[in-house]
T-cell receptor, first 111, second 113 residues
Framework: AQSVTQLGSHVSVSEGALVLLRCNYS??????LFWYVQYPNQGLQLLLK??????LVKGINGFEAEFKKSETSFHLTKPSAHMSDAAEYFC?????????FGQGTRLTINP | ETGVTQTPRHLVMGMTNKKSLKCEQH?????MYWYKQSAKKPLELMFV???????ENNSVPSRFSPECPNSSHLFLHLHTLQPEDSALYLC????????????FGQGTRLTVV
């Protein structure tokens, strides 16, 4: 069975600083991996996804993630945080015919 | 705008009320999902429909009753709910069940009083 662990339920960074949100997965088959973002009182929006091919995936809003099979990780990064990045971020892995989500990481941006 | 529309956005209901949540997509997707999002808990998959047939029911109490009359519409009928059922209910769709990308609606914030 597939599972996802997001390290850190809350992450706080200063505006302009590097954003790093950690995600580790478990999968018995080659995984499809996703990052979603949820702004307050909104649904989830796909940021980026990894299926096959290049292990560094670029998404919207300047985010990117790198699939590292040896570390079973799919961490999300952004070089310079913006106030508008404040939201909750969810890592997900494609399980047996459904998405399996992590518990989410709330990102706070300090001025 | 993801192409998945949920109504209403907010709902307050008493424990004896009956109400329905509606989800609509015109993306040509064949699979639709209901998720429950409670504070400090992971997203919980409630129901999965593929080609209008329910293919998954994750031990959801019978006070939640889904309906999928066609591939574009999904309902969640609610009756005799409990205060702990208060949550954000999210609808999603994907091209096929288990397809790589799910599109989410904005959710219905449900409060049971």
């Amino acid at each position: 069975a597939q599972s996802v662990t997001q390290l850190g339920s809350h992450v706080s960074v200063s505006e302009g600083a590097l954003v790093l949100l950690r995600c580790n997965y478990s999968s018995s088959v080659p995984p499809y991996l996703f990052w979603y973002v949820q702004y307050p009182n909104q649904g989830l929006q796909l940021l980026l996804k990894y299926t096959t091919g290049a292990t560094l995936v670029k998404g919207i809003n300047g985010f990117e993630a790198e699939f590292k099979k040896s570390e079973t990780s799919f961490h999300l990064t952004k070089p310079s945080a913006h106030m508008s990045d404040a939201a909750e971020y969810f890592c997900a892995v494609q399980g047996a015919q459904k998405l399996v989500f992590g518990q989410g990481t709330r990102l706070t941006i300090n001025p | 705008e993801t192409g998945v529309t949920q109504t209403p956005r907010h709902l307050v209901m008493g424990m004896t009320n009956k109400k329905s949540l509606k989800c609509e997509q015109h993306l040509g997707h064949n699979a639709m999902y209901w998720y429950k999002q409670s504070a400090k808990k992971p997203l919980e998959l409630m129901f999965v429909y593929s080609l209008e047939e329910r293919v998954e029911n994750n031990s959801v109490p019978s006070r939640f009753s889904p309906e999928c009359p066609n591939s574009s519409h999904l309902f969640l009928h609610l009756h005799t709910l409990q205060p702990e059922d208060s949550a954000l209910y999210l609808c999603a769709s994907s091209l096929e069940q288990g397809n790589t990308e799910a599109f989410f609606g904005q959710g219905t914030r449900l409060t049971v009083v």
